[in-house]
Nanobody, 125 residues
Framework: QVQLVESGGGSVQAGGSLRLSCAASGSTSSSDCMAWFRQAPGKEREGVAGIDTYDRTYYADSVKGRFTVSKDNANNTLYLALNSLKPEDTAMYYC???????????????????WGQGTQVSVSS
């Protein structure tokens, strides 16, 4: 079992920045793949960013160049830096892991067994 706890969400104006954190505990390893997803009201959950076993990072086209995913293996924490935020970035943000290594990012929510409770990001225009 893996437990994930997100933090760092909030309300900002367009153009602002936030840094989300996801603390992992339990049966987790630094080689496990991890990802960030988001879900806006009335929309499907979508992949935002991921990091694989080799610390290669991946991004959805909609956030590329604005968001940065990183991982602190010593503290089992995943981060997502959100810059140049837009109103369309408003959503609940979730971190996820399947608890196993991987060679590339799985963008499908169905590929992950473990999820955090989410942290809300709201961007006003």
């Amino acid at each position: 079992q893996v437990q994930l706890v997100e933090s760092g969400g909030g309300s900002v104006q367009a153009g602002g920045s936030l840094r989300l954190s996801c603390a992992a505990s339990g049966s987790t390893s630094s080689s496990d793949c991890m990802a960030w997803f988001r879900q806006a009201p009335g929309k499907e959950r979508e992949g935002v960013a991921g990091i694989d076993t080799y610390d290669r990072t991946y991004y959805a086209d909609s956030v590329k160049g604005r968001f940065t995913v990183s991982k602190d293996n010593a503290n089992n924490t995943l981060y997502l830096a959100l810059n140049s935020l837009k109103p369309e970035d408003t959503a609940m943000y979730y971190c996820a892991t399947d608890g196993v290594p991987c060679g590339r990012w799985d963008r499908s929510p169905g590929g992950y067994r473990y999820w955090g409770q989410g942290t809300q990001v709201s961007v006003s225009s």
